[in-house]
């Protein structure tokens, strides 16, 4: 079974701290994603990664970086933490398929981010 | 770029009937992908069923079946003989072909089984 881990359930962090939302995969997967989730926006892509030290923006990545020294690893950075960056964070993975369409994207459980 | 919308924000359903959740999608790509996930109240996304756009047979996964109209552009979740564990979240994506890897969500239907 895939599994994807992310490293923490909930977190509080105050205005302008530095924030690393930190998410792992065991599955030898090319793809990852960051999104965030709101009630009533669904879910919203951040960033996501086709490879090592590779990365694309999604809908909004305003106020995020990424990195991605890793194929397992693939980190979000709220490099000033404001308010309205409160959310649920969602990593997914996926393996590339040779139909690039009929990727399956494999979430983990979630940070649930309050920045105060 | 794909647009995905459901259309029921909430949905009730008797346990043991079946239920459908509408999404319906638009986009201009010839090859594309349909998903189903799953968000129970713990927050984590579970992917339920798959289609492709090339799938003439309609995607089935144990209790769950995706009724696929290409015409239309729907992509309907059909859940049968509902559990009191099927209330989530249920949420329709779907990605498409070429470099961009994106799954593109609509905003959710809210399933809450009654016993």
């Known amino acids: 079974d895939v599994k994807v881990t992310q490293s923490s359930r909930y977190l509080v962090k105050r205005t302008g701290e530095k924030v690393f939302l930190e998410c792992v995969q065991d599955?030898?997967?090319?793809?990852m994603f960051w999104y965030r989730q709101d009630p009533g926006l669904g879910l919203r892509l951040i960033y996501f990664?086709?490879?090592?030290?590779?990365?694309e923006k999604g809908d909004i990545p305003e106020g995020y970086s990424v990195s991605r020294e890793k194929k397992e690893r693939f980190s979000l950075i709220l490099e000033s933490a404001s308010t309205n960056q409160t959310s649920m964070y969602l990593c997914a993975s996926s393996l590339p398929e040779p139909w690039l369409y009929t990727d399956t994207q494999y979430f983990g459980p979630g940070t649930r981010l309050t920045v105060l | 770029a794909q647009k995905i919308t459901q259309t029921q924000p909430g949905m009730f359903v008797q346990e043991k009937e079946a239920v459908t959740l509408d999404c319906t999608y638009d986009?201009?790509?010839?090859?594309?992908?349909l998903f189903w996930y799953k968000q129970p109240s713990s927050g984590e996304m579970i992917f339920l069923i798959y289609?492709?756009?090339?799938?003439?047979q309609n995607a089935t996964e144990g209790r769950y079946s995706l009724n696929f109209q290409k015409a239309r552009k729907s992509a309907n979740l059909v859940i049968s003989a509902s559990q009191l564990g099927d209330s989530a979240m249920y949420f329709c994506g779907a990605n498409s072909g070429g470099s961009n890897y994106k799954l593109t969500f609509g905003k959710g239907t809210l399933l809450t089984v009654n016993p």
């Open positions: 986009t201009s790509d010839q090859s594309y992908g």
């Open positions: 289609q492709g756009s090339y799938d003439e």
């Open positions: 599955m030898d997967h090319e793809n």
């Open positions: 990664s086709y490879d090592v030290k590779m990365k």
